[in-house]
């Protein structure tokens, strides 16, 4: 049951092999089993049940979508009316949103059901899931090691198998990086694709939301619920959205496929290097035409982003303030007392270092220096992906320069830590939308390949996704004791 | 002021857009509602949440440039003002900072008969914060959340007034024009116009600027004047007594009559403009403004000046007629239905109706006496119906009850009498019996005739019309 694809579920459920309810209570269960995991923050039993016997009912009428009573798992990040939405962190340990994301709302009025709300790091800053106020997640290929992050509770919980699917957020390669340590299908989105409203803020010019999944084939399905204008986020697209499933077989006979020098340097584990030139020469087989393209100033991207998101997230974190909801200290003194206590009392060490990073940048005298600088900045990384984009369809490389590591290998050198992201920060920046596939093992562990497109090229990045999978088994293949 | 020093003074205005719903939610602005009511989640901050601009809100901003003649910025952009305060629900205020939608514009004011131009550096758009209230809450203070996200027009002056009568004629004329526009209530009990005002002084004849003091919370144009006065004595004692003023930000209290220190320079918070990545950049297009323009109501002072020349009124009643749009409109609604009495009808409402309106604090829309009552009755006075001080009488029975003056006249019997015969007869009596007066009269005491008018208006009961009296009497006494 649990290695069945979404649109065999689907068909399951319609052909009453089995029920919304007892496909519910089967990952309930799973999901219970492998606790150890720690992926899940908020386990939603009742919830669930009852979202799956109205799914059954309408399951007997016409009115379905495909994902009817299919169950799924959030991010916690995602606002959900009723049930605690905590954003990894100790601020929100008490929070219960009064409404629901937009993207929480589509899935609903789609009839999925959630299973309950996934672990993360605090606010999504961090990439191993140790940020997390909950502890980390296990990586479940080894569970010494990280599942990575921001969405490691996604990946781990995709990859156990403990959801059909998951959903991610990704600031910097929150979906993507994760998605390749747990060798599961990440794809975030082009920036305005999918809403945030309800998806709580860490850096507004950069979040999005995407699906994280077993295949290219499971994304397709949940990027249909989840894209679309929002009239409620100024800064959702107003473009239709396509059949992201219709053009998952069209050839890819001519693809022009460019190869980032610059994503292949030194950094880069030669291990890892050597499973994606392989991925890369299945799609030459496949008839894809492969061209090496230069990227000078994709160097700055982790400057400038650590810039531009402190700097967002040091003011989207300020309503967070002890007076209205979440966290409050006991028995504040004063006004600043109040602030400082709860705001030092319930953030977490990484949290604080971005809020006063973001501080010092934003503060007066230092403005030109650091956020306009980094704003410059963005703009050449733009502008280098345009112009590679300009001369190939799509851009390949590595998602990580390393596999999984260990809990507590990196989570005293914040340097080191952000250097996880250098292959996918970028992509952010520039807005772009970009997958990771499951490409392969060094050690056991799995590696993922990165395929960056255009503006709103999520349907062909798909495509490209599903053709692989199509003549590989790397995404198919489960951890031990999972499978 | 003493004679060696001139002050300098500019004025940030914030005017209170008079749109449904908040700038970027869709919660209600409407004043006076419970603590707490009128705030969505967007309003709240809540976690997730994001700011969706109102469009009417814009509209109104570049209604405003417009009618200042102001550039309309072709692209703006909303900036976050960061600080922490309790009132503040998301620990930053969506404002405009270093691209605002209105650029250069201006607006004359007269004082004392002399025009000036004042130049009108900015105006942004921003939202309000709630409330923080101090008072019945034993020692803790209570938010009350509803004028968050209030949608605010900030009207930034150039330092081109050097009195504090200046301020207070351009926060008039500021005043009058927002209402004209129809952008904002002007409502400043409720706080929909609210002042701050930066003032320095220097020696009269020096080109820098002395030291500024920004004095906030002044809510009339009284206190405006009090406090910019007050202001202005307070800085020359500093300087005369050998000290230097300091930038600061001061407070007026308006039981006291004085201004207090509430933060200095040093003091001041480091805002962290950034531009909101939330929302985009506001785009104005040329066809937005030529639809905008095009709804323009006449403004101000072309509709004094239309006045003046149309209805032939004199400068003070066509400035007082024209000071809010409903008070011209009325005038002017008055004009038509009297047949074109426009004299008249400019003297009866800058007399009698505002007396009466101000005596009883009503405003012109609320006026008791509807312009078509009122013209009834100045139609009237016109074909000599009534005298003008019978006229005051049917006045008070319009704005006390619901008759026409028709009504009145007919059934208080107050018709002047027109028949020549009847008043002859009475005028003849009048002179019989009052042969002292005559005399005086005819021996050159002019004053003598009033009497004689007096006596004869008793007579008649006053419906006698005193102007055919006067010279009825004039030529029987001279023929």
């Known amino acids: ?483 | 002021m003493n004679s060696k020093w001139e002050a300098v003074i500019g004025l940030e205005i914030h005017t209170q857009l008079a749109t449904k719903s908040k700038i970027f939610s869709g919660a209600a602005t409407a004043y006076g509602a419970e603590p707490n009511t009128q705030a969505c989640t967007v309003d709240l901050g809540f976690p997730g949440v994001l700011p969706v601009l109102n469009k009417d809100a814009v509209r109104k901003a570049v209604t405003f440039g417009l009618a200042i003649d102001a550039e309309i910025a072709p692209h703006s952009v909303f900036a976050r003002k960061n600080y922490f305060y309790p009132d503040l629900p998301k620990g930053y205020q969506i404002s405009q900072f270093e691209l605002p939608i209105v650029g250069n514009g201006h607006m004359d004011i007269e004082v004392d008969g002399v025009s000036k131009r004042v130049g009108i550096t900015r105006a942004h758009l921003e939202e309000d914060a709630g409330k923080s209230l101090h008072e019945d809450f034993h020692g803790l203070t209570g938010i009350d959340l509803n004028r968050a996200g209030t949608p605010l027009l900030e009207i930034v002056s150039e330092p081109d007034m050097r009195s504090a009568k200046e301020a207070v004629a351009y926060m008039r004329k500021l005043h009058e024009l927002v209402r004209y526009l129809e952008i904002c209530d002007g409502n400043m009990q409720e706080g929909s116009f609210r002042c701050d005002a930066n003032v320095s002084v220097r020696p009269k004849g020096q080109a820098e600027f002395g030291t500024r003091a920004e004095i906030k919370n002044i809510n009339s144009f009284k206190f405006v004047e009090k406090a910019i006065n007050h202001e202005i004595e307070r800085q020359i004692d500093v300087i005369e007594g050998g000290g230097k003023v300091v930038q600061e930000t001061r407070l007026y209290d308006a039981n006291k009559d004085e201004t207090r220190s509430m933060r200095s320079k040093e003091e001041a918070n480091d805002y962290r403009y950034f531009p909101d990545p939330d929302l985009l950049p506001v785009e104005i297009e040329e066809a937005l403004k030529d639809e905008i323009r095009a709804t323009l109501p006449e403004l101000p002072e072309a509709k004094k000046q239309r006045f003046l020349q149309q209805y032939s009124l004199d400068l003070e009643n066509a400035a007082t007629l024209t000071s809010s749009r409903e008070l011209a409109d009325f005038y002017e609604q008055v004009v038509e239905l009297s047949g074109g009495e426009a004299k008249l009808a400019g003297n009866w409402l800058t007399g009698d109706v505002l007396g009466a309106l101000n005596k009883a604090s009503l405003e012109i829309s609320d006026c008791p006496v509807s312009a078509e009552r009122l013209a009834g009755l100045l139609k009237r006075i016109a074909d000599n119906t009534i005298s003008g001080k019978t006229a005051k009488q049917v006045f008070d029975k319009l704005w006390n009850g619901s008759a026409t003056a028709d009504e009145i006249i007919e059934q208080e019997g107050l018709k002047q009498i027109t028949d020549t015969g009847a008043i002859e007869a009475i005028v003849d009596k009048v002179i019989a019996a009052n042969p002292v007066p005559v005399e005086q009269y005819l021996a050159g005491k002019d004053k003598a005739l009033m009497a004689l008018v007096g006596q004869i208006m008793k007579e008649t009961q006053g419906k006698a019309n005193p102007g055919e009296v006067n010279k009825m009497l004039i030529a029987k006494l001279k023929g």
Request: proline content about 5%; charged content about 20%.
């Open chain 1, 1 to 483: 049951m649990h290695n069945k694809t979404l649109s065999e579920l689907a068909a399951g459920l319609r052909s009453k092999q089995f029920s919304s309810v007892e496909l519910t209570q089967f990952f309930l269960a799973r999901i219970k089993q492998h606790q150890h995991l720690n992926s899940f923050i908020t386990v939603c039993d009742d919830l669930a049940l009852a979202q799956a016997e109205v799914a059954d009912k309408r399951l007997a009428t016409a009115d379905t979508a495909v994902l009817t009573g299919i169950p799924l798992a959030q991010k916690d990040i995602f606002c959900t009316l009723g049930s605690k939405t905590s954003c990894g962190s100790k601020m929100l340990d008490n929070f219960i949103a009064p409404y629901d994301a937009t993207v929480i709302e589509k899935f609903n009025q789609a009839g999925a059901v959630m299973l309950g709300k996934l672990n993360m790091d605090e606010f999504a800053m961090g990439s191993s899931n140790e940020t997390s106020y909950y502890g980390p997640v296990r990586n479940p290929w080894d569970t010494d090691c990280v599942p990575g992050g921001s969405s490691g509770g996604s990946a781990a919980a995709v990859a156990a198998r403990l959801t059909p699917a998951a959903t991610g957020t990704d600031t910097g390669g929150s979906i993507r990086q994760p998605a390749a340590l747990c060798g599961i299908t990440g794809l975030k989105p082009t920036y305005g694709r999918v809403s945030r409203y309800g998806m709580i803020a860490y850096a507004s010019s950069l979040d999005q939301g995407g699906p994280m999944t077993r295949s290219a084939e499971d994304a397709a399905l949940l990027m249909q619920v989840m894209a679309g204008f929002d009239p409620k986020d100024s800064t959702s697209v107003q473009q239709s959205v396509p059949d992201y499933s219709a053009g998952l077989n069209d050839s890819l006979k001519g693809l022009k496929i460019g190869l980032p020098k610059e994503f292949f340097s030194d950094e880069l584990d030669s291990a890892i290097a050597t499973e994606i030139q392989a991925a890369v020469a299945e799609y030459e087989k496949m008839g894809a035409e492969i061209k090496e393209v230069s990227m000078p100033n994709l160097k700055l991207a982790i400057p400038a982003y650590y810039v531009i998101a402190s700097a967002e997230c040091s003011s989207n974190l300020s309503r967070y303030d002890g007076v209205r909801f979440g966290y409050r200290c006991q028995n504040p003194q004063d006004l600043a007392d109040l602030y400082t206590r709860s705001r030092g009392e319930a953030f977490g060490s990484e949290v604080k270092r971005r809020i006063l990073m973001g501080t010092y940048a934003l503060s007066a005298g230092y403005y030109d220096a650091y956020y306009l600088k980094a704003q410059q900045v963005r703009r050449l990384i733009s502008d280098d992906f345009k112009r590679a984009l300009s001369e190939v369809d799509v851009l390949m490389g590595p998602v990580s320069p390393s596999t999984a590591f260990r809990i507590g290998e990196k989570t005293d050198d914040p340097i080191q830590m952000y250097l996880e992201d250098i292959y996918t920060i970028a992509i952010n920046l520039a807005g772009l939308p970009a997958m990771s596939i499951p490409a392969g093992f060094v050690d056991g562990k799995p590696v993922g390949l990165q395929v960056i497109g255009n503006y709103f090229s999520e349907a062909k990045l798909l495509n490209i996704g599903h053709r692989y999978q199509q003549v590989t088994d790397w995404h198919q293949q489960s951890p031990k004791g999972f499978a």
